[in-house]
């Protein structure tokens, strides 16, 4: 297809990205016992890279050696040992020619795997509904989280500095600031599950102020080229039919208070990029995160686009970049392919997803 909007450039923070086309993140938990990155990690990122990806999202990460790891075999930039084992992944992906950033990610009240010793906590005492996911290694109930204080706030706030700063050390391009999917800093947007009475709780702009002061304290400390990115959503991983119920005023308010807190991107997602899904409204949440961002600040759309038409309807929608989850899984190439014409292939989940979301050899280039 000629002049394909999905392989336009694009300028993201002083970064020249030859396509609109990302990889989203996902955990796989397939990092060491003690959470650093692997040879096979490398090989399996990259291979996103060389497949014609303009930037690529890690999988969460946990920022501090603390409540924060959501998984077991989660990779983490809590310690240096672990930012020092992800300069081999990052310098693989930039051989292949693509910008990465990493996702940090706080599990709050959904953590179901930590080494570190430490119990769930969420901003107020919570206990996500349904089992842990067998996906990630987990069964069973939920423990009941504790609920942070103004000391566990500022806690959580360094960690996620401080991640952000290992991450810079090891030659990431930027980090996303993982605020979507029912994790710890989405806990405070939602208010089914922030019951906080201080100015974190309460209205929209309150429940907005804990996730736009990490953005904005990331922000402050690494360079102007560091890229600061942060992922929302309305649904949780324990509550895929999760939505805002005050609808556009909680778009508003967070959209508006991340880009004031000085965000590079902000990342939607949910389950249909193109159907309106939050209440009341009739766009995307894209188009509302578009409306409600200054004009410096780029949106990504994610949320089954794998199919090319889609994904251009996303960009047409008003979306400055994309990014697959599954698609990719399934055609680590995607960008090429379309880019060639070249048919796509279906996901396999018996590659996938069994028996667990942990790396398969035939992923990994030179495994299979
Ligand atoms: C195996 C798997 C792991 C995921 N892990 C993460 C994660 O660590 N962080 C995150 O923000 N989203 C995670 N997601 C959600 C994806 O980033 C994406 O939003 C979702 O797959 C929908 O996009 P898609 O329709 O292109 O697959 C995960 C999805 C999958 C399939």
């Excluded at 090989?43 to 996103?48: I, N």
């Excluded at 924060?68 to 930039?77: A, V």
């Excluded at 119990?119 to 942070?148: I, K, N, Q």
């Excluded at 894209?286 to 200054?294: F, I, P, R």
Aim: no cysteine.
């Amino acid at each position: 297809m000629a002049d394909d909007p999905l392989f336009d450039e694009f300028e993201l923070n002083g970064h020249t990205l030859d396509g609109r086309v990302g990889l989203a993140p996902m955990t796989r938990t397939s990092a060491t016992g003690d959470g650093r990155p692997t040879d096979r990690m490398a090989r399996y990122y990259a291979s996103f890279a060389r497949g014609g990806f303009s930037f690529l999202v890690t999988e969460g990460v946990h920022p501090d050696a603390t409540h924060s790891q959501g998984y077991r075999n989660q990779p983490g930039l809590a310690i240096d040992e672990q930012a020092t084992a992800w300069e081999p992944v990052v310098d693989a992906v930039h051989e292949a020619g693509s910008p990465i950033f990493a996702q940090l990610m706080h599990a709050g009240a959904q953590s179901q795997g930590n080494r570190y010793g430490f119990g769930p906590v969420a901003p107020s005492s919570y206990r996500p509904p349904g089992e842990m996911a067998e996906l990630y290694g987990g069964s069973g109930e939920f423990p009941e989280a504790d609920g942070l204080d103004d000391e566990g706030l500022d806690d959580v706030k360094a960690g996620f500095v401080a991640a952000a700063e290992r991450a810079h050390d090891a030659g990431f391009d930027g980090i996303e600031v993982h605020a979507a999917n029912g994790y710890l800093l989405h806990e405070f947007v939602d208010p089914l599950v922030n019951d906080r009475d201080d100015e974190y709780g309460g209205s929209p702009a309150n429940r907005a102020r804990f996730p736009a002061e990490v953005t904005a304290a990331i922000d402050e400390a690494t360079p102007d080229a560091f890229v600061v990115g942060i992922r929302a959503s309305q649904a949780a991983v324990t509550d895929e039919e999760r939505v805002w119920p005050d609808g556009e005023a909680t778009a508003a308010a967070l959209f508006g208070a991340l880009s004031e807190a000085g965000a590079d991107y902000v990342h939607v997602t949910g389950g249909d990029a193109t159907a309106p899904e939050v209440p009341d409204t009739d766009r995307t949440l894209a188009e509302l995160a578009v409306e409600h961002v200054d004009d410096g600040v780029a949106v990504i759309a994610n949320g089954s686009l794998g199919d090319p038409d889609r994904a251009r309807a996303a960009i047409a929608d008003g979306a400055d970049l994309i990014t697959l989850g599954t698609g990719a899984l399934a055609n680590h190439d995607w960008p090429n392919r379309v880019q060639a014409g070249e048919p796509l292939d279906d996901l396999d989940p018996g590659v996938v997803f069994q028996p667990d979301a942990s790396l398969s050899d035939a992923e990994v280039p030179g495994d299979d």
